[in-house]
């Protein structure tokens, strides 16, 4: 892996190929939750990986590849949700017509709160958006997330406890009704 | 355990995260304490309907294009030379021009007519970003702004308006309280 690593270093545009191939569904998957919208989301999975293309020299081997564009990624994604606050809350169920899984039965229940759900998370803060989705989404320990935000731990767990306040207040219904809940 | 121990383990406990001993400990407290086994109970229902919420699953079709995408973004920076420069350069000036300013001493000659719209727009707005820049760093090597520009990078830094916004946003009171006396120094010899 160290010898993949430092031919992409060196400028071996096949290895770099290969890397986003193996990478690039996992950062795009972290983008559209904090972006919701699949074309910004795409633009700015690429976009990180552009950077991490253009910076390669200044790369260390050590800290891994896809650890540093996941970095770049998630800061991208929360600068996008800084910049387009206004926009995001009318397009935040643009994540919502991904194919769902599940039986025809169930599949309205379910797509109705997939939306509740996208829509709660998507009227979240940025700060709070993007720590909840690394938090929920992604399973990432407090410490990593304030490693990749630059924030310090304790803000991490402020913000995601607020997003946390602030989705029982959004999802209520669902919670007092039991509603979904299987 | 006490209750605020509770509550910063909470999540973690009903995630199942937690080792033995804190769970066991997390499940002591909550048989005891009923403000704690409330808290829990909420918090197990929002993460009951979070996890029912369906799986993402993307299609393979919306990536098809991704690896194409890239090249394409990165044969057309290259394809921009002089518009690429300014983009690497300036924001990396930025920066370096928020970590440098109380070393280096502003060459208060030059600074331009854009100073007067500084106090006015507040710093965080881009002219007076490019104000800031132009009285810091007019004269940097560039090779020493490149060194720069792959410092923060390699860490991290996104460079982008907003990038510079949050950034001057996480100075603390005093270095902002600083920043802003010092801009409108510059502002009073200018003027």
Redesign the interface.
């Known amino acids: 892996m160290i010898d993949r690593l430092q031919r992409f270093i060196d400028g071996d545009d096949r290895v770099f190929?290969q890397l986003?191939?193996e990478y690039?569904?996992r950062i795009?998957?972290v983008v559209?939750?904090v972006v919701k919208n699949?074309e910004e989301a795409?633009d700015l999975?690429?976009?990180a990986?552009?950077?991490a293309?253009?910076?390669r020299?200044?790369?260390?081997a050590e800290s891994g590849f896809y650890t540093?564009v996941y970095?770049?990624a998630v800061?991208?994604a929360l600068?996008y949700v800084?910049?387009n606050r206004d926009r995001q809350a009318e397009s935040i169920e643009d994540?919502t017509p991904?194919?769902?899984?599940?039986a025809p039965t169930d599949r309205l229940e379910?797509?109705e709160?997939?939306t509740a759900?996208s829509n709660a998370v998507g009227k979240l803060p940025p700060r709070q958006k993007t720590v909840f989705v690394l938090?929920?989404y992604e399973?990432k320990?407090y410490s990593e997330i304030a490693s990749?935000m630059?924030i310090t731990e304790g803000a991490a767990?402020a913000n995601?406890h607020q997003a946390?306040q602030k989705?029982?207040v959004s999802?209520g219904l669902?919670?007092k009704e039991?509603r979904?809940?299987? | 355990m006490k209750c605020a121990k509770c509550r910063d383990l909470l999540d973690d406990y009903i995630r199942g995260w937690l080792d033995q001993q804190h769970a066991r400990e997390m499940a002591d407290h909550l048989a005891v304490c009923s403000d704690c086994a409330a808290g829990y109970e909420s918090h197990k229902s929002l993460l009951s309907v979070l996890g029912a919420e369906p799986e993402l699953v993307i299609e393979k079709a919306e990536l098809a294009d991704f690896v194409p995408g890239i090249w394409e973004k990165i044969e057309k920076e290259n394809r921009i030379p002089l518009t690429g420069w300014l983009f690497k350069i300036v924001p990396a000036l930025m920066i370096a021009g928020a970590l440098s300013f109380f070393i280096l001493k502003p060459p208060v000659d030059d600074i331009p007519d854009m100073v007067e719209s500084l106090v006015e727009d507040e710093i965080y707005s881009e002219a007076s970003y490019n104000t800031l820049v132009y009285i810091m760093f007019s004269d940097v090597e560039p090779e020493a702004l490149e060194l720069i520009e792959n410092e923060l990078y390699a860490n991290g830094y996104i460079f982008s308006d907003e990038g510079y916004r949050q950034y001057f946003e996480e100075l603390d009171e005093e270095a902002y309280k600083l920043l802003e006396n010092k801009l409108n120094e510059l502002l009073d010899t200018a003027g």
């Open positions: 190929g986003v191939n690039k569904e795009y998957t559209l939750r699949k795409k999975a690429q976009e990986f552009v950077k293309y253009r910076n020299q200044s790369f260390r540093w970095r770049i800061n991208l600068n800084k910049r994540i991904t194919r769902i899984a599940t379910k797509a709160l997939k759900i938090r929920h399973e320990p990749l630059s767990k995601y946390v989705l029982k999802l669902y919670l039991g979904l809940t299987a």
